[in-house]
Nanobody
Framework: QVQLVESGGGLVPAGGSLRLSCAAS????????IGWFRQAPGKERAFVAV???????SHAESVKGRFTISTDNAKNTVYLQMNSLKPEDTAVYYC?????????????????WGQGTQVTVSS
């Protein structure tokens, strides 16, 4: 089992930056990749980025060049650095755990989820 706790959300003006953290724990944690998803009101939960603990990562096209996923293996923590934020980035951001393999951008593949953290970008 894997436990995930997000933090770092908040209110930021357009063009600003935030860094989200996902603190992970669990005996089988090393087997899992960690992804970030976001869900805006009235919309489906959408893939943002995913990384393995060995540093293989992928970002959604909509955030490439602005968001960066990274890990601190000593702290079992995954970060999402978000720069040049836009109002359309406003959403609840979730981290989740998935066994590496095909379709890692699909939320249905993910087994464990955190409780989410709100990010609001004002125009």
């Amino acid at each position: 089992q894997v436990q995930l706790v997000e933090s770092g959300g908040g209110l930021v003006p357009a063009g600003g930056s935030l860094r989200l953290s996902c603190a992970a724990s669990g005996r089988t944690l090393s087997r899992y990749a960690i992804g970030w998803f976001r869900q805006a009101p009235g919309k489906e939960r959408a893939f943002v980025a995913v990384t393995t603990w060995s540093g293989s990562y992928s970002h959604a096209e909509s955030v490439k060049g602005r968001f960066t996923i990274s890990t601190d293996n000593a702290k079992n923590t995954v970060y999402l650095q978000m720069n040049s934020l836009k109002p359309e980035d406003t959403a609840v951001y979730y981290c989740a755990a998935v066994l590496p393999g095909a379709q890692m951008t699909s939320r249905r593949r993910y087994e464990y989820w955190g409780q989410g953290t709100q990010v609001t970008v004002s125009s």
